[in-house]
């Protein structure tokens, strides 16, 4: 009787502590996959992020892929990116909160981007950055997959006046899928962005970073253009008088495109009538 009460006991008690570590086991994977909210983020931010992938879209710098994302206005830690969606689809109610990380807060059984991990990991490393915008711009291609440099041809573009560092996914982790899809490319990634405004991705496309969602998208529309205007004048042959680095520099000093708020009025205007 007795030896059967201490086995009892001893069962109940490897009993009870499978179950306590099963929970723990559980509690922590949960926590790991959905961190709490920041709280609601200023309803501004999200009109203007809805818009900036409708934007981008419309204006041919994002197709079916691509992405655009948000910090948060209230936590440095956490930002804003829409679920897994064509861009021009995108609605308020598709936008999620992420830590950097890039797990969601609430996902509600939706999708995720894939190479959300760009964002992330740029927001990590770059406390400036309130806007990151992914996209696969063919213009942008041939200068991420040869040794022709993407510099600026004209005032639109002088925030590449510092240069265009280009990513090699496969120098760091050999045969991928080439997809920026975990936390460890990410952090590459940003590396190899640095402080620049923007980094391209040999074989895939771009990540562009901004102060604001206007700047992000505003430079990914004009480096898209300058890569155009570059293949076109590299194609006429002759020699080509670029942008001076000090050039580029005194009008970024003068203030870079008014901050691009002239054309995201007419942007965003166009992109909600639709
Ligand atoms: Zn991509």
Redesign the pocket.
């Known amino acids: 009787m007795v030896i059967s009460s201490n086995s009892m006991t001893k069962t109940i008690t490897r009993r009870s502590f499978l179950v306590s570590s099963v929970v723990t086991a559980v509690s922590t994977a949960f926590a790991a996959q959905a961190p709490a909210t920041a709280g609601a983020p200023d309803p501004k931010l999200m009109e203007d992020l809805v818009a900036a992938y409708r934007i981008l879209a419309q204006q041919g710098v994002l197709d079916g ?3 655009v994302s948000a910090r948060h206005d209230r936590a440095a830690n956490r930002f804003i990116m829409s679920r897994s969606l064509a861009p021009e689809l995108v609605t308020a109610s598709d936008l999620i909160e992420f830590d950097l990380d890039a797990n969601p807060v609430d996902p509600r059984g939706r999708s995720l981007y894939s ?1 959300r991990f ?1 964002h992330a990991e740029i927001y990590r490393a770059r406390a400036d950055v309130k806007a990151v915008v ?3 711009a063919p213009s942008l291609i041939p200068f991420g997959v040869s040794t022709v440099p993407l510099r600026p041809m004209y005032h639109m573009a002088a925030f590449i006046g510092n240069g265009v560092p280009v990513f090699d996914i496969r120098k760091s982790f050999g045969m991928t899928d ?3 899809s975990d936390s460890r490319k990410g952090r590459a990634l940003a590396e190899a962005l640095g402080n620049k405004t923007a980094v391209l ?1 040999r074989g ?2 771009v990540a562009v970073v901004g102060s604001t969602i206007p700047i992000a998208v505003g430079r990914s529309i004009y480096l898209d253009l300058n890569a155009r205007i570059e293949a076109q004048a590299i194609g006429l042959g002759g020699n080509i008088t670029y942008l001076d680095p000090q050039e580029a520099q005194k009008m970024m000093d003068s203030g870079e495109n008014r901050a691009y708020e002239r054309p995201w009025e007419l942007w965003k205007a166009k992109a909600m009538s639709k």
Do not use: D, K, P, T
Request: charge should be negative; glycine fraction near 14%.
């Open positions: 892929f691509g992405h190479e760009i992914h996209n696969h080439m997809l920026v991705m895939h496309g």
